[in-house]
Antibody, heavy 119, light 110 residues
Framework: QVQLQESGPGLVKPSETLSLTCTVS????????WSWIRQPPGQGLEWLGN???????NYNPSLKSRVTMSVDTSKNQFSLNLSSVTAADTAVYYC?????????????WGQGTTVTVSS | QTVVTQEPAFSVSPGGTVTLTCGLN?????????PTWYQQTPGQAPRTLIY???SRSSGVPDRFSGSILGDTAALTITGAQADDESDYYC??????????FGGGTKLTVL
């Protein structure tokens, strides 16, 4: 049973870069697409993007200039970097695994980690 | 800009049937958008219910079903139970590797 665990700072200052890591246990990080999804307080879900061990990525166009995602197969981890953050980036950030067929969406979710942007 | 639309709120009586919908501001939803549905209770991570329009994820009861209804994707809950009271989100594949979530529907069972 694959499990995902997010880690990273819970507090980030405005204009700085938010960096999160998701550790994959119980399975290989190869083959699948890996995703980041966030949820601002009291709001809905927002897909941020996906990354693949091959280096392929897809990003939400609304964030494309600020977001970078990557996969580290040696550590069985994938990561999110979001630059120039503002209070609007305050959210619960979920890492997730897509089904082996990309068009089937998310099949495994992490528990989420709260990130607050504040000075 | 692609906007995925959902009813903000819905209510259903225990044992009743409810259909939640997922639409597009730019036109009709078809199976080509690979509609997916997720359930989220307060303070918890989402749970995948339905993928590829009508396929149930592992462990999901068969009272949850997905379909295309007219111009929208639909999630139907038959025989609603108290613990179905949750937020429900749909997501659509809009091409070029991109996914868009709807705003979610808050379902009350009362």
């Amino acid at each position: 049973q694959v499990q995902l665990q997010e880690s990273g700072p819970g507090l980030v200052k405005p204009s700085e870069t938010l960096s999160l890591t998701c550790t994959v246990s119980g399975g290989s990080i190869s083959t699948y697409y890996w995703s980041w999804i966030r949820q601002p307080p009291g709001q809905g879900l927002e897909w941020l993007g996906n990354s693949h061990y091959s280096g392929s990525t897809n990003y939400n166009p609304s964030l494309k200039s600020r977001v970078t995602m990557s996969v580290d197969t040696s550590k069985n981890q994938f990561s999110l970097n979001l630059s120039s953050v503002t209070a609007a980036d305050t959210a619960v950030y979920y890492c997730a695994r897509f089904f082996s067929y990309y068009y089937h969406g998310v099949d495994v979710w992490g528990q989420g980690t709260t990130v607050t942007v504040s000075s | 800009q692609t906007v995925v639309t959902q009813e903000p709120a819905f209510s259903v009586s225990p044992g009743g049937t409810v259909t939640l919908t997922c639409g597009l501001n730019s036109g009709s939803v078809s199976t080509s958008y690979y509609p997916t549905w997720y359930q989220q209770t307060p303070g918890q991570a989402p749970r995948t219910l339905i993928y590829n329009t009508d396929s149930r994820s592992s462990g999901v009861p068969d009272r949850f079903s997905g379909s295309i209804l007219g111009d929208t994707a639909a999630l139907t809950i038959t025989g609603a139970q108290a613990d179905d009271e949750s937020d429900y989100y749909c997501a659509l594949y809009v091409g070029s590797g991109l996914w868009v979530f709807g705003g979610g529907t808050k379902l009350t069972v009362l």
